[in-house]
């Protein structure tokens, strides 16, 4: 099996309306290693009896101008030793870095992506680099072929037209069902915000906007996911928004389902 290298990324330099995302990686740890549960996925393979998972800790980042470099670059030294790399955010905005080396070691991927955003925004507030930006500049830059967004449910004129513009398959959240989310062919990166669901499962987040997935039509639609998946992130996680760590515990569920898929 693929080995998984956990990698945190304590930035929110990028954020609009309400920091805080940076304080997430250690508050998912905290859950994921917690007593209060155990490692096993629920297809059955467990954190460190069949899913060998690394944590690196956390990145040195500055929220300066490098710090897109240094991601970069710890998400391809993870691929140079044959490791998948699950990324905890901090910001939406760490997906382009990130994508930037899986792309490079992949060529162009499928992207799944779970959000109640489309994060196309040619220039958000006049950040290019925002957390709103993202999937802008990874389409623009060709490293996507496909991509596929679940839970949205805030799409404006301009993401809108950027949809278009980028051949975007949007899974519509009114009348959702897992099985509304098309076959997906390899390689496949995963982006998980956490205001794709909705806020009754997951209220730590910057961004509550109500009608979002549940925590089990999340895990339904990555669990039909059948096609090779090459890296993961979970992103947006805002601890001071949060309500008895009810958000930490979901994302590490997520932790323990992705790194699942990512070590098939």
Avoid: W
């Amino acid at each position: 099996m693929t080995a998984v290298r956990l990698i945190g990324l304590p930035t929110d330099v990028n954020s609009s309306f309400v920091r805080g995302a940076a304080a997430a990686p250690a508050r998912i740890r905290a859950q994921l290693f917690s007593p209060h549960s155990n490692l096993a996925s629920e297809g059955g393979g467990e954190i460190g009896r069949d899913i060998a998972l690394t944590d690196a800790g956390d990145l040195a980042l500055t929220e300066g101008r490098g710090d897109a470099a240094i991601i970069t670059a710890a998400v391809a030294a993870a691929l140079a030793a044959s490791a998948a790399p699950l990324l905890l955010g901090g910001d939406h905005s760490v997906t382009f870095p990130i994508v930037t080396a899986i792309a490079a070691h992949h060529g162009p991927v499928t992207i799944l992506h779970f959000d109640a955003h489309s994060d196309l925004y040619d220039d958000f507030e006049g950040n290019p680099a925002s957390h709103a930006s993202p999937f802008a500049r990874i389409m623009e830059a060709g490293m996507a072929r496909r991509l596929v967004q679940v839970g949205i449910r805030t799409l404006n004129d301009h993401c809108r037209a950027q949809a278009a513009r980028f051949g975007v398959e949007i899974v519509p959240m009114r009348d959702f069902t897992p099985d509304a989310v098309p076959r997906l062919d390899g390689p496949v990166y995963v982006s998980v915000d956490l205001d794709g669901l909705d806020p009754a499962f997951a209220p730590g987040v910057a961004h509550h906007e109500p009608g979002g997935l549940s925590t089990r039509q999340l895990l339904d639609v990555l669990a039909r996911v059948d096609a090779p998946v090459v890296g993961a992130d979970i992103v947006e996680y805002n601890p001071g928004r949060d309500i008895n760590d009810m958000t930490a515990v979901v994302a590490a569920k997520l932790v323990k389902e992705l790194a699942a898929l990512l070590a098939r």
